[in-house]
């Protein structure tokens, strides 16, 4: 889960990804470009021929106040006109987490406001990352619950395992799903995670 193609900022293409994880013996896969959803396809073909399964995936650049919130959205319709229209506009925009353009991006609610109607769940994306102190990222947390989150990337590949018992900690007190990922772009890291 949590993986990038050459559809966004990954480097390979989304059928090489595909194939990289089938080899490293992943037992189901989710392209995650950020703001495209156009790479899902080929990446499910791949996948399929090898028995793999496949979740629709996307990460969604959403702002929260003044920070930049990556949010996942998983199990969607790719055919959701809404979701289409939010990814077309941040798509337009480019990520840049040093000039927030006011009203530009979807707001987090609004982004769980339409990753739900497509179907699908919306996921924080490595919140230690977003936000390394405990305390504000427990807040953020609590208000986004509020607006609908579903769950926490609580099993983040690059954080310590420190790091994830405090958010697999946070997620179970709130009742929330707990979701693992590589963030996979490139290189000879590990594509998949347990």
Do not use: W
């Not at 506009?89 to 406001?113: H, Q, V």
């Not at 986004?144 to 179970?172: T, V």
């Amino acid at each position: 889960m949590h993986c990038h193609s050459n559809a966004s900022d990954g480097e390979l293409s989304p059928e090489n990804l595909a194939e990289r994880l089938c080899r490293a013996g992943v037992k189901y896969a989710a392209l995650t470009d950020h703001d495209s959803i156009v790479g899902l396809e080929p990446f499910k073909q791949v996948l399929s021929t090898h028995g793999v399964g496949f979740v629709t995936g996307i990460e969604l650049t959403t702002t929260y106040g003044n920070t930049i919130v990556h949010l996942l959205g998983y199990g969607f319709h790719p055919d959701d006109k809404e979701l289409a229209a939010g990814i077309a506009g941040a798509a337009m925009l480019g990520d840049s987490d040093a000039n927030i353009i006011p009203g530009k991006f979807l707001t987090t609610k609004d982004a769980i406001r339409v990753i739900h109607a497509a179907g699908g769940m919306a996921i924080l994306a490595h919140p230690l990352k977003t936000e390394p102190d405990l305390g504000r990222i427990t807040k953020m947390v609590c208000n986004l619950q509020e607006c609908g989150l579903d769950g926490i990337e609580s099993i983040y590949a690059s954080d310590s395992a420190e790091d994830r018992k405090q958010m697999m900690d946070l997620a179970r007190e709130k009742g929330l799903v707990i979701s693992a990922g590589t963030d996979y772009h490139a290189g000879e890291t590990e594509a998949g995670i347990e």
